[in-house]
């Protein structure tokens, strides 16, 4: 799916559960999907980060409401884009941003790989490579964006960036480790750590993954 679709998509939604006006509204909803090559920036990124000239980027470029600095995303990695009311659950970003971290390494752990957490950096790592950027936006706490797993993507797109603004830091995927991996072995695995971590019944929409609170 195209980032503006996606984006455009996660932002009705969000709109929808701000505006509380109907029964529907109060359904949260998450998407998993691939991207075509594309650039993102976050609020207020610095583009010394970009290795070309922004006017002219190989890639699509957006400049979006995500918090952190630039990533590439391409086939072969893994998006998932919550968009979630934290009311629910905790009013708090930084738990949410651990959340999103501890998905990723449920999976991995489901994988039989260890994945890690470097102590001051958001993403999760193995063996040092950096396999996961995760960014998210919040209005009156409604989520949205979330989480970038590297698959069986083409790295070559990172090298255009310092991704994430971490220099010296190289980015991974889960096929170097695991040579015969593919995306559909991974994305039902990440289907349901997001479900166990956030607490979240599948309902199928048309289209997109729609996901409801467990009733009490």
Same mark, same amino acid.
């Given at each position: 799916?195209?980032?503006?679709?996606?984006?455009?998509?996660?932002?009705?939604?969000?709109?929808?559960?701000?505006?509380?006006?109907?029964?529907?509204?109060?359904?949260?909803?998450?998407?998993?999907?691939?991207?075509?090559?594309?650039?993102?920036?976050?609020?207020?990124?610095?583009?010394?980060?970009?290795?070309?000239?922004?006017?002219?980027?190989?890639?699509?470029?957006?400049?979006?409401?995500?918090?952190?600095?630039?990533?590439?995303?391409?086939?072969?990695?893994? =998006?998932?884009?919550?968009?979630? %009311?934290?009311?629910?659950? +905790?009013?708090? @970003?930084? !738990?949410?941003?651990?959340?999103? $971290? #501890?998905?990723?390494?449920?999976?991995?752990?489901?994988?039989?790989?260890?994945?890690?957490?470097?102590?001051?950096?958001?993403?999760?790592?193995?063996?040092?490579?950096?396999?996961?950027?995760?960014?998210?936006?919040?209005?009156?706490?409604?989520?949205?964006?979330?989480?970038?797993?590297?698959?069986?993507?083409?790295?070559?797109?990172?090298?255009?960036?310092?991704?994430?603004?971490?220099?010296?830091?190289?980015?991974?995927?889960?096929?170097?480790?695991?040579?015969?991996?593919?995306?559909?072995? =991974?994305?039902?695995?990440?289907? %349901?750590?997001?479900?166990? +971590?956030?607490? @979240?019944? !599948?309902?199928?929409?048309?289209? $997109? #993954?729609?996901?409801?609170?467990?009733?009490?």
């Amino acid at each position: 799916m195209p980032f503006q679709q996606a984006w455009d998509l996660q932002r009705c939604w969000q709109e929808q559960l701000l505006l509380e006006s109907d029964h529907a509204a109060d359904a949260e909803a998450v998407w998993l999907l691939q991207h075509p090559p594309c650039y993102t920036l976050g609020r207020g990124a610095s583009e010394d980060h970009l290795l070309f000239d922004p006017e002219h980027p190989p890639a699509p470029l957006h400049r979006i409401d995500r918090g952190g600095e630039v990533t590439h995303h391409a086939p072969g990695q893994l =998006v998932a884009y919550p968009v979630l %009311d934290l009311r629910r659950r +905790r009013t708090d @970003l930084h !738990w949410y941003l651990r959340q999103l $971290e #501890q998905v990723v390494i449920d999976v991995l752990q489901a994988l039989d790989l260890q994945g890690v957490r470097i102590e001051g950096l958001t993403g999760v790592w193995l063996d040092q490579q950096k396999v996961a950027a995760i960014g998210v936006g919040c209005r009156r706490w409604i989520t949205q964006h979330g989480l970038a797993l590297n698959v069986t993507c083409d790295l070559e797109g990172f090298e255009s960036v310092v991704p994430c603004g971490l220099k010296g830091r190289a980015v991974g995927r889960l096929c170097d480790w695991i040579p015969e991996l593919e995306i559909e072995i =991974v994305q039902p695995l990440l289907r %349901d750590a997001l479900a166990t +971590r956030f607490n @979240l019944v !599948w309902k199928e929409s048309v289209g $997109e #993954q729609l996901c409801l609170p467990k009733q009490p």
